[in-house]
Antibody, heavy 122, light 112 residues
């Protein structure tokens, strides 16, 4: 059974750094693109970027380029989303999402993590 | 402002048919990129409803169907049930300067 298990909720102060994780199991982790998706309270889904754990090829949505860092450690089947300096506007639910369907341009997401709620407040 | 435009809300009575549109442009849906649809209940992760424009994953009732034409796509739900009340999102890919996977803004379906 494919599972994506994310790290727990985080409460941080503005300016702090943060790294959240997503551990995949039940499939060949290195062979499938994994994306991160943001959902702000009461809002829609925003695709942030994607990584291919096999070779760490990473692509970012222009809206998130330079704002976050996506990485992966295929040896422990885990993907990461990282901030160096959080802002209050980063408060949101973050989902990791396993893309399937070949390359990621026409791919879809049948598997989602449970979400990690990040709250940034002074 | 999402690149893919969906109506913010639609509604229908039990048993009725509703459709949700997803309007894009020549750099995404109109360029031939596939459209996928997701259902999301409050407090839960999205669930894949339709992939590859019109295919249903196993376990998704055949009351849900989708199509694509030109620069738009649509999701249809027939025999509306109370349990269908949720948010629905379309997803595609955009090959313009913003090379990226893209989501529609989402549509809240209310079952009257």
């Amino acid at each position: 059974e494919v599972q994506l298990v994310q790290s727990g909720p985080e409460v941080k102060k503005p300016g702090e750094s943060l790294k959240i994780s997503c551990k995949g199991s039940g499939y060949s982790f290195a062979s499938y693109w994994i994306a991160w998706v943001r959902q702000m309270p009461g809002k829609g889904l925003e695709w942030m970027g994607i990584i291919y754990p096999g070779d760490s090829d990473t692509r970012y949505s222009p809206s998130f380029q330079g704002q976050v860092t996506i990485s992966a450690d295929k040896s422990i089947s885990t993907a990461y989303l990282q901030w160096s300096s959080l802002r209050a506007s980063d408060s949101a639910m973050y989902y990791c999402a396993k893309h399937v369907g070949g390359g990621y341009t026409n791919s879809w997401v049948p598997y989602w993590g449970q979400g990690t709620l990040v709250t940034v407040s002074s | 402002q999402s690149v893919l435009t969906q109506p913010p809300s639609v509604s229908g009575a039990p048993g009725q048919r509703v459709t949700i549109s997803c309007t894009g442009s020549s750099s995404n849906i109109g360029a031939g990129y596939h459209v996928h649809w997701y259902q999301q209940f409050p407090g839960a992760a999205p669930k894949l409803l339709i992939y590859g424009n019109s295919d249903r994953p196993s376990g998704v009732p055949d009351r849900f169907s989708a199509s694509k034409s030109g620069t738009s796509a649509s999701l249809a739900i027939t025999g509306l049930q109370a349990e269908d009340e949720a948010d629905y999102f379309c997803q595609s890919f955009d090959s313009s300067l913003s090379v990226s996977v893209i989501f529609g803004g989402g549509t809240k379906l209310t079952v009257l």
